[in-house]
């Protein structure tokens, strides 16, 4: 697998420059890899690749509104342990009916889940100051907030079982990688190609040999490789009609 450090190495060598044990080794090998990490970044808002769509799953405590999806229960957070957490930044999923992917399971080992509504955090409030000592059964309403740093489900009315969980799905993507040496090992999961040729392209343009055939070829090379590996990561979707429109 690639790392940022491996894909820095490679545009180096495509620059006929050395290549660097870490990317701190030198100022320039230190601006490809800020170079990687841009192009990083830019691939993974481009698509919601398959690899980043993550499960989350809390127990649910009597009484407890609130609930920390960004830290498992070993860290201060609610989110069982073996299971993902979801970044500040993670969106929710929904399937193709619009529906949120999100399950209240009655008891815990319920083959059934109960699908869960999604609220604004506004709704929520409003709900909850109507009558904040309802209890629920099974809770149907939730919304999501982030305070800058975790993200939080909040529940109008307490739960009032035991023994209950829920099961979300969210689209968590990785975090910016760091170019100050940090991230050398750091294994990028996305596909290379176009994280290769869209930092060779950024590179080529901070050098001045952007202009004429060779800076649109880059350009046309890094679009063409992320046009091809956002339509072979559709695959997943396209197999099992998630792209279809369904009347609401």
């Known amino acids: 697998m690639a790392t940022l450090l491996s894909i820095t190495n490679r545009v180096l060598r495509r620059l006929r420059e050395d290549t660097v044990n870490s990317t701190t080794d030198s100022e320039y090998a230190g601006l490809i890899a800020e170079f990687v990490s841009e192009t990083h970044q830019e691939v993974i808002n481009a698509h919601e690749w398959e690899q980043f769509k993550s499960l989350v799953k809390f127990a649910v405590v009597a009484d407890q509104k609130v609930y920390n999806l960004s830290a498992t229960t070993v860290d201060g957070g609610d989110v069982t342990v073996g299971y993902d957490v979801a970044r500040k930044d993670s969106a929710l999923r929904y399937d193709a009916k619009h529906q949120p992917l999100a399950f209240y399971f009655r008891p815990s080992s319920s083959s059934y889940g109960w699908p869960m509504i999604h609220i604004s955090d506004d709704e929520r409030r409003r709900l909850e100051a109507q009558n904040n000592t309802l209890t629920a059964d099974y809770p149907s309403f939730f919304s999501l907030r982030n305070d800058g740093t975790n993200l939080y489900l909040d ?8 023994a209950d969980n829920v099961e979300i799905d969210f689209l ?11 991230d050398d090992s750091t294994t990028i999961t996305l596909p290379e190609r176009p994280i290769y040729l869209g930092a060779l392209m950024l590179a080529l343009n901070e050098r001045g040999e952007e202009i004429g055939e060779p800076g649109q070829m880059a350009e046309r090379r890094y679009m063409e490789a992320l046009g091809a590996a956002i339509e072979k990561d559709h695959k997943h979707d396209e197999m099992t009609n998630q792209y279809d429109w369904y009347r609401g």
Do not use: H, K, Q, R
């Not at 529940?155 to 035991?162: D, R, Y």
């Not at 993507?173 to 940090?182: F, M, V, Y």
């Open 155 to 162: 529940m109008p009315w307490s739960p009032s079982g035991s």
């Open 172 to 182: 968590t993507e990785p975090a910016l990688l760091e170019s100050d040496g940090t």
